[in-house]
C-alpha cells in the first residue's frame, strides 16, 4: 500500500513514519507540507491512500482534499486532523475524504484505519461517529429523511467502537453490506 501525507508538523509526519515504517506492506511515498506543494508533486506518484491534515498552511486541507480527489479519483483519502466541529467534518466527507481521523487517536487505531480504507472501509474516529450521531439525534426530521433504521444502528455501533465484522456479527448481516451502507451513509 503506497500513502502520501500532507501534514505540517514534522513531530507528527515523524510519528506517523515510525507507526508505518513497522508495516512491511505499507510504504509511505512521499510527504509535503502543505497543500500547493502536494498537488505539484501529485503527478509523479500513485498513491493508495492520502492522508491530509486539515488545518494547512496555504490552501485548507479540506480544498485539498476537493482538488486531489479530481487529480486522483481512485485514491482513498483520510483527513487526520485535531479538528471535530461539525462543518470541518461535513466538509472534509464532501470534498472526497472517506474517512476522518483524529491526530489524538491511538497509533493502533491510525494503523488500522489505513487498512480500513484501503478495502474499501469507510474510518472514522469514534469521536467523530458520537459528533455525527448528536447531529443526526438533535434533528430528527432531517435523520428520517437521511438515513434508514439499519444505517442508524450501524452508526451506534461505530460509536461503540465496534469494527466491521463485530457490526456485521452483532446485526446479522454482511460484511460487505456493512461497508455499502456505510458509504451510503457519508
Do not use: C, W
Amino acid at each position: 500500500m503506497r500513502i502520501i501525507i500532507v501534514e505540517d508538523n514534522p513531530v507528527f509526519v515523524a510519528t506517523l513514519r515510525a507507526l508505518f515504517g513497522r508495516e512491511p506492506e505499507v510504504s509511505i511515498e512521499a510527504v509535503f507540507r502543505n497543500a500547493e506543494e502536494a498537488l505539484e508533486g501529485l503527478a509523479g506518484h500513485n498513491p493508495d491512500i492520502l492522508m491530509a491534515d486539515l488545518g494547512l498552511p496555504g490552501m485548507s486541507g479540506i480544498e485539498f482534499i476537493a482538488r486531489a480527489k479530481e487529480i486522483m479519483p481512485e485514491a482513498e483519502i483520510m483527513a487526520i486532523t485535531v479538528f471535530e466541529d461539525r462543518d470541518t467534518i461535513l466538509a472534509a466527507i464532501r470534498a472526497g475524504a472517506s474517512g476522518y481521523m483524529l491526530k489524538s487517536s491511538m497509533p493502533q487505531e491510525l494503523v488500522k484505519a489505513v487498512f480500513d480504507l484501503s478495502r474499501g472501509e469507510a474510518p472514522m474516529s469514534p469521536r467523530i461517529a458520537r459528533k455525527i450521531i448528536r447531529e443526526l439525534q438533535g434533528n430528527a426530521v432531517q435523520e428520517r429523511d437521511l438515513l434508514s433504521r439499519r444505517e442508524t444502528a450501524i452508526i451506534r455501533e461505530i460509536e461503540a467502537g465496534m469494527i466491521y465484522k463485530e457490526i456485521a456479527s452483532r446485526l446479522n448481516i454482511s460484511v460487505h453490506t456493512v461497508h455499502s451502507q456505510i458509504k451510503n451513509i457519508y
